[in-house]
């Protein structure tokens, strides 16, 4: 029993507290007489932040103490006599929650203070906590179709953080991002019946499930229900060809939104790739086949068309969207080569990127909430007034690009040295000659910023620049760990690769 509730606390927590907010949220746009938007008192604020605040860091704490006392598990019903919708902690499960919990808290905390330039406070930190409870949920499901029922509600849940300040730009992004994560999943879902017919269990299983017996003379259509599966969870992830949302939903979305799409939501495309690929049909099924090619193929398409994209784009946050598309794609190349060392980078580069990735949208953030900054060319002369928030952005940037002692670095080096051990023909050079290129695209159009910020050229310095100043504590603090943290573990890599490697050794 205490099994049970350990896992499922974390779950309910959030879940209740958010559903609460909402309510309440409603109750009160009911009571008011026009449609303007309620102010709250400064009373009532500080009692929201407070709760939101103690929720965050509740969860936190239930999630991690889930994640690393044991191996838990619980069922909660059967949605088919044979299908139960079930919760079972293993080492990636772990890996998840570990870093979602971290980035989660630390963008919540930084959202105290960024979401009164938005309004509507009680309603975000509403869907803020909902969407926590379903991707920890998500990430302790034990089967493929509690997996797929928590995918889908995590894209429920989060749409409403897109449209949030709901302008017409907002509402149409929104849509686009349901309706490509939409068409992604129904993708999923064709896998999925064929994989319960071919597979001896939907549970997780380290190695794979795959019956030879059930699926000889089907080999042909399950590739092709297997590469459906990639296209689909991978349009989560940003993979091309179901990419487009990306750059279209992170500009309307407050920059705290942006930043936990872009460093947690789409590595939820990632967590479902590893669960269908290495613990559903096994490596071996598609090792050398055309699925293989195909998807190798569209990583490194997506890796260089996604810089190249970045490199050309004037908009701050729309520039990090396509950042986005590309980073998580060299987790997917690392995935895809079906190689040891390659898979390690592959899940050390998903930990890696979700904070540095998450500093960068709440840096962009910050230049917009203290001075309404959304375009790179605008921000000349800014580290001569915000130096602390600009340093915090240079460190992550160079974890981005992969500078050591950074810990982007270590990453790209796994998959780089993986992808030269992997027997996949061209790809063991095109892979590193492409991830070489795109790191190069990625200094282009990430260290300018820093160049111009801090040496902006006599007489270039924006004249309004005088009005700014370093953004509150609330704002800078969780841009100082997230910078701290892309130092210490390129410095202290060691326990994460060692733990990672011990993942993929379970299952390729």
């Known amino acids: 029993m205490m099994k049970s509730i350990w896992i499922l606390a974390p779950v309910v927590l959030p879940a209740v507290c958010g559903a609460c907010l909402l309510v309440s949220s409603f109750l009160e746009h009911l009571k008011e007489n026009d449609s303007s938007i309620s102010v709250p008192s400064p009373e009532k604020l500080k009692r929201l932040h407070v709760f939101a605040a103690a929720v965050l860091v509740l969860t936190a704490c239930l999630a991690l103490l889930a994640a690393w006392t044991g191996e838990h598990s619980v069922t909660l019903f059967y949605l088919m006599k044979d299908i139960p919708i079930y919760f079972k902690v293993d080492d990636v499960s772990r890996l998840f929650v570990t870093f979602v919990s971290i980035i989660w808290v630390l963008a919540g905390i930084y959202s105290l203070v960024y979401m009164k330039h938005e309004g509507e406070e009680k309603r975000f930190f509403g869907f803020y ?7 920890i949920a998500l990430d302790f499901s034990g089967n493929l179709v509690t997996m797929y029922l928590f995918y889908e509600l995590m894209t429920l849940t989060s749409m409403p953080l897109v449209l949030h300040n709901g302008s ?18 129904y993708m999923g879902l064709f896998g999925i019946f064929f994989l319960y017919r071919c597979c001896d269990t939907l549970s997780f299983t380290a190695g794979g499930s795959l019956n030879t017996a059930l699926s000889a003379g089907h ?24 990419h487009a949302w990306l750059p279209t939903a992170h500009p309307v979305a407050p920059s705290p939104a942006s930043a936990v799409l872009s460093a947690v939501i789409v590595k939820s495309g990632v967590l479902a790739t590893i669960r269908v690929i290495f613990y559903m049909v096994g490596a071996d099924f598609i090792r050398g086949t055309w699925v293989q090619t195909a998807w190798m193929t569209l990583t490194l398409v997506t890796v260089l068309m996604g810089s190249l994209l970045a490199f050309r784009e004037p908009v701050l946050k729309k520039r990090l969207a396509y950042s986005t598309v590309s980073q998580v794609s060299y987790i997917l190349f690392g995935l895809s080569v079906l190689q040891p060392q390659a898979a390690a980078g592959a899940l050390l580069h998903t930990v890696f990127h979700a904070f540095i990735k998450s500093a960068l949208f709440l840096t962009a953030g910050v230049f917009l909430f203290q001075y309404g900054i959304t375009r790179v060319e605008d921000l000349k002369g800014i580290g001569k ?12 940037s160079l974890g ?13 080096w796994y998959l780089a040295e993986g992808a030269l051990s992997a027997n996949v023909g061209i790809f063991c050079y095109l892979g590193p000659v ?22 902006p050229g006599r007489g270039e310095e924006n004249a309004k620049m005088v009005q700014i100043q370093e953004p509150s504590a609330g704002m800078l603090l969780p841009l100082a760990i997230l910078a701290a943290l892309c130092l210490m573990l390129g410095v202290f890599p060691n326990p994460l690769a060692e733990f990672v490697s011990g993942i993929v050794e379970s299952f390729l």
Do not use: Q
Request: net charge positive.
């Open 385 to 396: 007034k915000m130096p602390k928030t600009l340093w915090c952005y240079t460190i992550v």
């Open 129 to 135: 906590l909902l969407v926590y409870a379903v991707l």
């Open 400 to 412: 981005l690009i992969g500078i050591p002692p950074t810990s982007g670095f270590i990453s790209k």
């Open 219 to 242: 080999e042909g259509i399950l590739l092709i229900a297997v590469f459906m599966m990639l296209i689909g969870f991978g349009a989560k992830a940003g993979m091309f060809p179901l």
């Open 168 to 185: 017409r730009e907002a509402i149409m992004a929104a849509l686009k991002y349901l309706f490509y994560s939409m068409c992604g999943a």
């Open 434 to 455: 492409v991830l070489l290129v795109s790191a190069l695209l990625t200094a282009g159009y990430l260290l300018p910023i820093t160049m111009n910020g801090f040496f």
